[in-house]
């Protein structure tokens, strides 16, 4: 679950980071107003809450001199489009005065299996480019989680962003207490870009993201009450209420599958055989013909998706209860695309009638399956 910038922002501020002042607003008239409280006589800046990084590029980031400068720039913030997502809410913030940005994140890293801590002098700008076109401007750490971020690892690091002492100290300081927000949020990701130093040389957190782990949220009820669905991928929240386990992706190949593993499997195999999923999709392991409606619906609404391919082994997911569900979708609502159904073990027999009946065809060998759902999105026979 991804957190809004003013979301991790507050987080941060409560563990003790040096973070500016700021309130969110949801209209330019709310906006003048917190600008009026905040700005004081200087400037604000003017952010677009969305779940999105490279806002500033896009527009979404814009300073003002006045409230009413303030007002204006939330207008056209507001209801605006960054990387498909719309615009909601705008923080608004007394501006700093940059000197220089770095950057400084942890992200849960499979290859060493440890939280990693990454810093960079080459901060503001997105961290992936910096990773393509400069990867030794970025200092990495493995974090062991028996003891967390030390002091003396902390400011190693510390001192590949400033010379100044007191800033090295500071910085330390900060990824220290970024590393307890990382830990207690139960977070994949937390991250500042830029950590700044003003012309005055504090060290100050402009801008903040934290991404929480979805498992991490049932044990964490108040991080749970952060979501904002209203900013979120309206295909994935439909797939939550249903109780579907549901990742959009950016491919054609429409998938439903029963059990995370198998829905692994069959995204590989997708790939392998010259294939882009269009999704993640779970039903889970109870076979409920409502949960297939509701992920038919869900896939369907996507407009990318050129096929669709059920991938179902049936243990406690039974066949016949996937067949019916399949057929009563096309009852439903018309499929735009061409499927591709296979089906085997439990009550196989069973769904291979419900589906004949019906007018569909039911493969039961994975590896035909896919490559003929990957033949229709190419618009070719397998
Ligand atoms: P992102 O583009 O989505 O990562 O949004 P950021 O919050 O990181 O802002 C992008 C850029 O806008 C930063 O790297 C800064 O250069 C600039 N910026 C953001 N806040 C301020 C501010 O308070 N003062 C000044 N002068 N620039 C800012
Ligand atoms: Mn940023």
Not at 343 to 366: H, K, P, R, W, Y
Request: aromatic share 4%.
């Amino acid at each position: 679950m991804n957190l809004h910038e003013y979301q991790a922002r507050e987080i941060l501020k409560r563990h003790g980071i040096p973070v500016p002042d700021g309130d969110v607003a949801a209209t330019p008239d709310e906006v003048t107003a917190i600008a009026a409280r905040l700005g004081g006589r200087g400037r604000v800046v003017v952010k677009a809450q969305v779940h999105a990084g490279g806002r500033g590029k896009a527009g979404g980031v814009k300073l003002a001199a006045t409230p009413g400068e303030a007002k204006a720039m939330a207008q056209e913030i507001l209801g605006m489009t960054i990387k498909g997502l719309t615009v909601h809410k705008v923080l608004v913030a007394p501006a700093a005065d940059i000197a220089s940005e770095s950057y400084v994140g942890i992200i849960v890293d499979r290859a060493s299996q440890r939280p990693v801590l990454m810093v960079s002098p080459a901060g503001g700008i997105d961290i992936e480019e910096v990773a393509a076109k400069t990867p030794e401007k970025i200092h990495r750490l493995a974090i062991d989680p028996r003891y967390g971020l030390l002091p003396h690892q902390a400011q190693g690091l510390a001192f590949s962003l400033y010379k100044d002492i007191a800033q090295v100290r500071a910085a330390a300081d900060i990824m220290q207490k970024l590393y307890a927000a990382f830990t207690g949020t139960g977070a994949s990701l937390a991250e500042i870009n830029p950590l700044i130093t003003t012309a005055a040389g504090q060290v100050l957190a402009l801008d903040a993201k934290i991404v929480v782990d979805d498992n991490e949220l049932d044990r964490r009820p108040e991080i749970a009450a952060l979501r904002d669905a209203s900013a979120e991928a309206p295909s994935e929240v439909q797939a939550r209420k249903a109780g579907l386990t549901f990742i959009k992706l950016e491919g054609t190949v429409g998938c439903c599958v029963n059990g995370a593993g198998l829905a692994m499997a069959t995204m590989d195999l997708v790939k392998y055989y010259g294939g882009e999923p269009a999704n993640f999709l779970d039903i889970g392991g109870s076979s409920n013909p409502q949960k297939v409606v509701n992920a038919l619906r869900i896939i369907t609404a996507d407009p990318n998706v050129k096929a669709i391919l059920f991938n179902i082994f049936g243990g406690i997911t039974r066949c016949d209860d996937v067949a019916n569900g399949i057929v009563q979708a096309t009852r439903q609502f018309p499929l735009p695309v061409p499927m591709v159904i296979r089906l085997t073990g439990t009550n196989e027999q069973e769904a291979v009638q419900i589906l004949t009946q019906a007018g569909f065809s039911a493969l039961t060998d994975m590896d035909e399956a896919v490559k003929q759902a990957v033949a229709k999105t190419q618009g070719r026979a397998a």
